[in-house]
Structure formats: structure tokens, C-alpha cells
């Protein structure tokens, strides 16, 4: 008689992941949609997903001010009285901008009139455990289409250690060792990823792992600033902070790869700057005097603008004092 095969995913884990798909459907038989107090729910504490894009929040928002809430939030109760959110955070956010009196949300300059009724937020409550939790927001975050590599990264991380019943800090060397020996976790692992559609555990280890030893600063602009991952990792790897901070400006004024190589090269220690000097001027020259470019930045960032100008302005000052002055002198 032939054995049955052995599962390599966890049939809980298996079943969460399916579910985590319709997490954001209306109840399924037998649950019902409540409403509960928005100020009673909490973020879920899992929640690898660190920043919310203002701007599509916002749009979230108008939204849901003009529809309402077409689908309740998935919530676990937890002590005191209050819930936790397991699906539907950015609803979650969006009917915050809705119900702040200090800072109503506007549309082409007009305050949005308030809406009472979305004080109450419409959820599906379930017991839900803390790996559960994990497990669903991390699918959850897969399965946006605005993710960025640092979430894909975190969410992923959390799957593998749920797969592997570890934590998520032993997740890197266990990787690394599979790699070599893949044996049944990486069987596991090998379920996991083909479920998720997402490639394979060994090319996320090599190519993507790496990610979260990028410096703070860059992890920030990654997050924050959609900073894109080969420019992360040019950046990342200059050791001095100031020359990150001067290379993030650049790439956030929209240097390219070759040009944010050229400029670490200018930056190094006994580094030419003749060569790439040329360069540097055409692409400095190219954004400052394209009006659309300038134009379509935003107030803040027309402010860090300004004072980029005035710190490239002392430095040409400072250039200017400590070159004599080379001019034919009269006779």
C-alpha cells in the first residue's frame, strides 16, 4: 500500500494563507458584521507594514466619505474592552483622517463635511491567535499591489519563521544552512513560497534577505520615499552618514544609478573628481532648469530644494576662497 504523502506546509499555516486572500470579504457563514467605536480598535501589533503613503490614504478617504465602508474590518477582541485589527488597517487610517476635528481632511481646498456615523466602524470579530496574526497580516501585505521591498521583506520573514516555528531573528542563519541542506524545512519552505507565488526561499535569501543590513537612514528612504533598491544598496554601502544623506538628496531629486555611482566615486577617499565633474554639472543643470520638474515638486520638498541650492551655494564660496585668484594681473 503506498504511504500517503507527508504535508510540507502546516495545515494551519496552509488554511491562513487561503484565508488571508478573502480577509477583507464580508463575514463568512455564521459571523456577522457588528459595529464598534473606531477609538476602541488598535493596530494590529504584528503589522510588518511601517509606512502608509499619505496620498493614497487620503484617497482612501474620500472614498470611503462618499461610499462609506463597503467592507468590514477583520478584528480580534483583547482585553479591556477593545479589539485589534487583523485585516483592513489602511480603512482603519483612512476613516481616521475622517474623524480628526483638529485636521479635517480637504478636497481642492475645501474642508470634507463631517460624517458621525463613520465614528463606528463596521467589523467581523474573530478569536485570533498571535502567530495567527502574523501570519495573516504578513499575506495580507503580499498581496498589495503598492509593495514596496522592505515590507515584502518583513511580511516574508514573518512567514518563514511561522513556517519554521522559529523567530524572526533566527530566520537568516536558518536560511543560510538550507541552502547548503535543504533537507524537510526546506521542503516546508519550498510549499510555502509556491503557495505565495512569490519565486523561491534560496533566490529571497540571496537577492532580497539582504536588504535589512541596508543603514537605518537608507531603510528610512526606502519606506518613506519609495527610494528605488538598486539605489538603496549604492548608497547602503558608503560608510559615512553625511555622504548617504548627500547621495539620498540626490537620488530624491531623481539621480540615476550611474549617476549616484558617479557622485560616491567624487565622495571617496582619493577619489578623482576631475573625470566625472563634467557629468555631475550636466545632471545638477538638467533638473534645476527643467521648469516641469521643478514645478511638480511638492511645498516640502521645494523647501529641502532651497536649501540644497544654499548649501551648494557655500560650498562654490568656499571653493572660491581657498583657490587664488588666478586672473592676469594688470600691468
Sequence with gaps: MARAKR??????????????????????????????ARDLIDPNPYQP?????????????????????LQPLLVRPVPGGRYQIVGGERRWRAIGLLTDPQRPLTV??????????????????????????????AVENLQRTDLNIIDEVDATVALIAATLGLSE????????????????????????????????WSSFFKNKLRVRRLPEDVLSAMRQDGLDYRKATLIGAQPDAERRAALLDLARGGASVEHLSQAAKLGAPGGDASPQAPDLSRLVGRR??????????????RKRLERLLAQVNDLFE????????RRPKGR
Design 108 to 137: 481642492d481646498g475645501q474642508p470634507l463635511p463631517a460624517r458621525a456615523e463613520l465614528e463606528r466602524v463596521p467589523v467581523v470579530i474573530r478569536d485570533v491567535a498571535d502567530t495567527d496574526m502574523r501570519v495573516l497580516a
Design 169 to 200: 531573528d533566527d530566520v537568516p542563519a536558518t536560511l543560510a544552512r538550507l541552502v547548503r541542506a535543504p533537507g524537510e524545512q526546506g521542503a516546508k519552505l519550498d510549499a510555502l513560497f509556491a503557495q505565495l507565488g512569490r519565486g523561491t
Design 49 to 69: 507594514r511601517r509606512h502608509f503613503d499619505p496620498q493614497a490614504l487620503e484617497q482612501l478617504a474620500v472614498s470611503i466619505h462618499t461610499h462609506g465602508v
Design 318 to 325: 568656499e571653493q572660491e576662497k581657498d583657490t587664488p585668484d
Design 7 to 36: 504535508p510540507t506546509l502546516s495545515d494551519s499555516l496552509a488554511e491562513l494563507v487561503g484565508e488571508a486572500s478573502t480577509v477583507a470579504a464580508p463575514a463568512a457563514a455564521g459571523e456577522r458584521v457588528t459595529d464598534v
Design 288 to 301: 534645476l532648469t527643467s521648469a516641469s520638474a521643478v514645478s511638480a515638486l511638492s511645498a516640502a520638498r
